[in-house]
C-alpha cells in the first residue's frame, strides 16, 4: 500500500474520532459523511467530491453492465467544453445551443491532430461513421458518444444544454464499481445533497432487469486525494 500524505493521515484521524468503528463498517447518513468530510478537509484547493458505488453485478456479463447519465442539478463547480458532430439544421442548433466546437470531417482532423479542447462530445446518429474514426483516441479519453449516455441523438440542443449545465456519465469497472464526481467541497451541504440525489436515482433507474438481490452493496464519498466515508446504502435505494 503506497504511503499517505500527512494530511491524509489528518483527516483520517479526524473522520475516525468524528464516527466510531461500528459506524465506520456498517455506514453512516449522506449527510453526515459530508459535513465530515467538508470540515475534514485541508487541502489548498476546492477539490471534487466523489461518490464510489459497489454494485452486485457480475461485470464479466455484459447484460449486467451498468451505464447511465445524471444532470447535476446544482451543476459540477466546472466549466464543460462540447464538441458537436452534426451537419446542417442539426450543426446550426449545436451552435445556438451554446456548443464549443461543431463540425464534421473537420472535427475529425481537428482530433486526429491530437486538439482535444472539450470534455464533452455529442454526435447525430448520422454522423457516427466519422466518429468512428476517432474512437481510439475519444474511446480511452472516456469521451466516445453513446445513445445510453444520451450522446448520439437527433435532439443536440437539449444535449448541449445538459452537458453544459453539468451532466455526469457513469459506467462500471470491471470490479463492477461505479465512480461518479457530485460536485465540489465549496458547493456546501445542501447542493451536495442534491447533487448525489440526482445521481443515485440515475444509478437506480439503470438497474439492469437480470440482477436478484442487492443492486447496490456498499458505497463511499471522499474528496479528491483524501480519506472515503462509508454511507448508508439504505439511503440510495429507492
Known sequence: MPKRSKRYQKELSFLHEKFSAKEMTSGVSVEAALKAL????????????????????????????VRGFAVLPEGLGREVKVAVFARGPK?????????????????????????????????????????????KILGPKGLMPNPKTGTVTTDVANAVKDAKAGKVEFKNDKGGTIHVPVGKVSFGLSRLLSNIKAVTSAINRSKPQTIRGNFIKSAFLSHSQGPSVNIKISELTL
Open 38 to 65: 467538508i470540515e475534514a478537509c485541508s487541502v489548498n484547493f476546492d477539490p471534487t467530491v466523489d461518490l464510489s458505488v459497489n454494485l452486485g453485478i457480475d461485470p464479466r456479463k455484459a447484460e449486467q453492465n
Open 91 to 135: 450543426a446550426e442548433e449545436a451552435k445556438q445551443a451554446g456548443a464549443d466546437y461543431v463540425g464534421a470531417e473537420d472535427l475529425v482532423a481537428l482530433i486526429q491532430e491530437g486538439k482535444i479542447f472539450f470534455n464533452s462530445v455529442i454526435a447525430t446518429p448520422d454522423c457516427m461513421t466519422l466518429v468512428a474514426k476517432v474512437g
